[in-house]
């Protein structure tokens, strides 16, 4: 079906460099035209607190992880009724848009807009997370600094103007149909590749594992650790803990908000949080090569990604991420046992899932003698070579096809490609639930959302 669409017969120019030309038949109108800005706030706090979140949408901020906010401190918050469109105007650039399904409040900093008759909420969505209009809302903001988040903001007065390719009704509907199914055909595609990756890893992990817990002779002569949980140990290995083998620098971690890295012009050092580099900054806080652990969130339990990360050079680490200084030992080695461990039995919270500094200093670990551990990294490295390659190739594929996804996206938005006889034959709906795939993680964005609840509602 892809490969049988083609461009629209006739073409007139926009005069829009970042749109070019469309099919004759469709307009190029404002936003102004098409969404009416409101603003109702809250007199009680008591209406459904929603967050705005790139995977899905406006959404319970409870069910998605939030802390609970007091109703006292979500007064004047902002009223957003079903249907309507809301814009975190800090994260407009980053296509950052929503439709309430239900009546709830959003931050006072998100601009709330009614639908006019003309509009298509489906339609505009795809319209407002194109990357070429991405650049004009980024233009367009106002404000200190130079990132999509920060102190920079995307205004009504300056969204408003801004214009937006505008196909007939009929036929934006139609483009919707076509991209909400292809979006769930790319999807298992992707799901089915994530699934792939995830084995290799598995596999990846389980020779580690066994190496780092048992040593590369498989007739070691074993001991009982005393450990439970760890059970027999190699002779030669000895009972640890993390705060043995680690000093912890929790102590020199600094959290910057969205608003303070939004106002740094340089950002050229690594910014970590609990699941790694989650922005850019000005200056570092440390020079060194050091272990982090996930203290928070969803991830502890989850494990989609790495919890133990080696950080090295010059980069900044926020509160949510452990700082360890191996003391003795190779610091790869001991990732990687870190890494394998299951820290359920030391997470504390059922919202949001924590791994407090004394618990995960106090754990016990099995260590070999030093040159050991360098052994065991390296045959390590040798043994699972081709895994690595193997998932090397299909993370390649996979970013491949998110990208031809974001392209074909732009192309049919923009009146490049004609879907409409495509878009006739396909059934009224798709499989909306399977495009979350379509998004990758957006955690930064939640840190963000969250920061702008707590900075209003203090």
């Known amino acids: 079906m892809i490969d049988g669409l083609r461009p629209y017969a006739d073409t007139n120019p926009t005069g829009l ?20 800005e409101v603003d109702s706030r809250s007199k009680t706090g008591e209406e ?19 802390k609970l906010i007091p109703p006292e401190s979500l007064v004047n918050f902002k009223i957003v009724e079903p249907g309507q469109v809301v814009m975190n105007r800090m994260r407009a650039a980053a296509g950052l848009f929503g439709v309430a ?24 969505l795809q319209a407002f997370r194109l990357p070429s209009l991405s650049a004009v809302f980024r233009a367009e903001s106002k404000g200190l600094g130079t990132g999509e988040s920060g102190f920079l903001r995307l205004y009504t007065d300056r969204f408003g103007p801004i214009p937006v390719p505008y196909p007939p009704l009929d036929e934006q509907r139609l483009i919707v149909r076509f991209l909400d199914w292809h979006g769930a055909q790319t999807a298992k595609l992707i799901r089915a590749k994530k699934k792939i990756i995830a084995l290799l890893n598995e596999q990846k992990q389980a020779i580690i594992h066994r190496a780092v817990t048992r040593g590369l002779d498989p007739n070691v002569r074993l001991k009982p650790s005393g450990i439970p949980w760890l059970g027999d140990i190699p002779e030669d290995w000895e009972v640890s803990r993390v705060k043995t083998e680690f000093q912890c620098l929790n102590y020199r971690r600094v959290p910057l908000s969205g608003t303070e890295r939004g106002r740094m012009t340089v950002r050229q050092y690594d910014y970590y949080g609990a699941s790694g580099v989650i922005d850019k900054v000005d200056e570092f806080l440390f020079d060194d090569k050091l272990l982090l652990i996930a203290e928070d969130g969803a991830n502890l339990v989850l494990r989609n990604l790495p919890l133990a990360i080696i950080a090295e050079g010059k980069f900044w680490v926020n509160n949510h991420a452990h700082i360890l200084k191996p003391r003795r030992g190779d610091i790869r080695f001991l990732a990687a046992i870190l890494e394998g461990l299951n820290f359920l039995p030391w997470i504390s919270g059922a919202a949001q899932p924590k791994l407090t500094q004394d618990r995960l200093m106090g754990i016990a670990i099995a260590v ?24 090397n190739v299909a993370s390649k594929e996979l970013i491949f096809i998110q990208e031809f996804r974001t392209r074909l996206i732009a192309d049919v938005v923009t009146g490049k490609l004609d879907v409409r006889a495509a878009a006739a034959s396909l ?19 939640e840190a963000i959302d969250d920061a702008e609840n707590k900075e209003v509602a203090a």
């Not at 460099?17 to 009416?36: M, S, Y």
């Not at 459904?48 to 939030?66: E, N």
């Not at 070999?368 to 998932?391: F, M, N, T, W, Y």
């Open 48 to 66: 459904r607190l929603l967050s705005l979140r790139m995977r899905q949408g406006l959404v319970d901020h409870i069910d998605a992880g939030g």
């Open 17 to 36: 460099p970042w749109l070019g030309d469309v099919p004759a038949h469709w307009n190029v109108r404002r936003i102004k035209t098409l969404l009416r």
């Open 427 to 445: 059934p009224e709906s798709a499989e909306l639930e399977a495009t979350e795939e379509l998004v990758e993680d957006d955690d930064l964005d």
């Open 101 to 124: 399904n239900v009546r709830g409040l959003v931050s006072p900093d998100y601009a709330v807009f009614e639908p006019l008759p003309e509009a298509f909420n489906p339609y505009l």
């Open 368 to 391: 070999p003698p030093g040159h050991k551990q360098l052994e065991i990294i390296q045959s390590c490295d040798e043994e699972v070579s081709e895994l690595v390659r193997a998932i």
